[in-house]
DNA sequence: CGCGACGTTGACCTACCTCAATTGGCGTGG
DNA sequence: CCACGCCAATTGAGGTAGGTCAACGTCGCG
């Protein structure tokens, strides 16, 4: 089950009806390489990735940076709107994207309106902060190799959910210099990683797409476990996040 | 302003009484090492910690482990019990500790009886994603000595507040070991990394204790932004949580 | 056809790791 | 009070994963 998938169920069809009509009415447009915030704004819409692919990021004084999440169609970017004072990270477009970009009157009544949206959009969160985890994990423990294959598995699983068995293909719309950016590499290496994980797993990088003849092969080289992800959890969220943010009405 | 603070400020006076109890009412012990909570388990409680420091840390198959976060006195160690059907990470005494371990049919009804609690609940969670991230960026990106140099910024603001001049002491209860743990290093290497801060900032790190006598100093080898701390943004947490956790009610 | 973006390759280098032993402080039991 | 043992910090020698620099190839697009 994807990502956008379990938040559809969660929506009674009215609200989904509510919020798709908002995100189509504030639907932009943007070219690759747009900062869409930057470090240190104030938050002004909450965002949602339509389409393309976004990055969260941090640099440091002298440049060096990294990315510090990946935000796929479907997928709000934060609750920043709702959170904080200023943000503490950049986000900008990895290709030409799409985004809904509500500001924050309409985004109030739309919470107002849809009692089961918060809950939503704090689940998004809460998976948002789990993959963080092991982004930290996969930086500060995996060698190169394994990095970049756990990352591999993660954006296949992401879209596609963890295969029963083989495997398939999904968008991978990285450059491998964006690929160093999030794994903490340089990209002459991640390059040879690349190469190397073709030669050992047979994955295919190419066009955009990413092709996993053998996911569990690369699932074990990668000591990936897809728990993190609190992929088929949807069911059971409404129960449990209930209590933390006020009433559900699912009619 | 320290992050124990914050939250108290945002409760009324009644419902910090009410926290307060529930808090000495749960408070368990238990000696440094002690695994509280395994990644894979069911949430079981609310845990807050009350002295003594706790660490969330992801481990590999074969054995490597990443510390993912520390949880000072005084915060929450997570919400999983309202948000997540299984936990992604484990979580463990550094040393002796006294955590408060609230069941959830208490954890429910306190959130009940106390409106203003899971806002705050929620804005410690936002912080907590807040530092995952430049922990991401701090691993991925910093040498050993920056690396280093920023989580003892880091330790220190979040204790003391960022100093207007100078420095000071605060508490520091890592073995050098756990500081490897933390910034993806090896002990050997932060070994000579906290030798070298020694002699570059006169950092001193004995007997639990860290003293940084010139902490502007520190920050900048760091490159430490304190902004994603989020600190002095109580006041303004009420009128933006609101909308996401529902009513307010400041009495 | 030329340009820009991305991928690839080679040679060399170094920050950090590994392994292994030693030191120092401190609490405990005799 | 001393001796022992444990835990953490320290030191040394040698190794390697990954970084740096610089050039070249390739593909798509205007």
Not at 137 to 153: F, K, P, T, Y
Not at 157 to 168: D, N
Not at 172 to 188: D, H, I, K, N, S
Request: a positive charge; charged letters at 25%; proline letters at 4%.
């Amino acid at each position: 089950m994807t990502f956008n998938q379990i938040l559809n169920r969660l929506l009674t069809p009215r609200e989904r009806m509510n919020w798709e009509a908002s995100l189509a009415r504030n639907a932009r447009e943007y070219p690759k390489g747009t900062d869409l915030v930057r470090e240190g704004e104030r938050p002004a819409a909450l965002r949602v990735v339509l389409s393309g692919w976004v990055q969260k990021y941090k640099q440091l004084p002298d440049g060096r940076r990294q990315i510090l999440a990946l935000v796929l169609p479907g997928q709000p970017c934060d609750l920043d709107l709702f959170t904080v004072v200023r943000t503490d990270h950049s986000i900008s477009a990895i290709r030409r994207v799409t985004v809904a970009e509500i500001g924050r009157q309409e985004a109030t009544a739309l919470i107002e309106q849809c009692p089961n949206l918060a809950m939503v959009l704090g689940w998004s969160e809460i998976v948002a902060a789990a993959v963080q985890r092991e982004w930290t994990i996969n930086i500060g423990q995996r060698s190169a190799i394994e990095r970049v294959a756990q990352l591999m598995c993660e954006i296949f699983a992401r879209q596609r959910g963890v295969p029963a068995a083989g495997g398939g293909e999904c968008d991978f719309l990285l450059t491998q210099w964006q690929l160093a950016e999030a794994t903490g590499l340089t990209q002459v290496h991640v390059n040879r990683t690349v190469q190397e994980l073709r030669r050992r797993c047979a994955v295919e990088l190419r066009n955009l797409r990413l092709h996993i003849p053998d996911f569990a092969q690369l699932a074990r080289l990668a000591a990936f476990n897809p728990a993190y992800l609190h992929l088929g959890e949807a069911d059971l969220v409404a129960e449990r996040v209930g209590p933390l943010f006020g009433r559900i009405d699912r009619s």
